[in-house]
């Protein structure tokens, strides 16, 4: 595993604090909402981002915009932080609740 590698695992993966009490359904049920919404426009995002990373490769030579692949990892990151909040596989809610890191 090459660092880049070992760093986006680490930012997946790596410790999170949990919330000494978790939320009550009702306040759990709430963010949820918001999180899907926020999850849908975090899709829509990212295809707009698919798209223009296209048409920088194809100008520029096959080569990608390194910074539009990097936002394109953060995103894949907090999409995946969200997902495990939603199916209670993690009580941490992403950011903005939490730090991006």
Not at 44 to 52: D, E, I, R
Not at 74 to 81: S, T
Request: glycine share 4%; no cysteine.
């Amino acid at each position: 595993m090459n660092e880049e590698e070992a760093k986006i695992e680490g930012r997946l993966l790596g410790e999170q604090i949990e919330p000494e009490q978790p939320d009550n359904m009702l306040q759990r049920f709430i963010y949820m909402l918001l999180i899907a919404f926020m999850i849908s426009l975090a899709q829509t995002v990212l295809g707009v981002a698919t798209v223009v990373q296209f048409i920088v490769m194809l100008v520029n030579k096959q080569q990608p915009n390194e910074r539009l692949a990097d936002f394109g990892s953060d995103l894949g990151i907090w999409i995946a932080k969200a997902a495990r909040f939603q199916t209670a596989a993690s009580n941490v809610k992403p950011w903005p609740w939490t730090e991006l890191d």
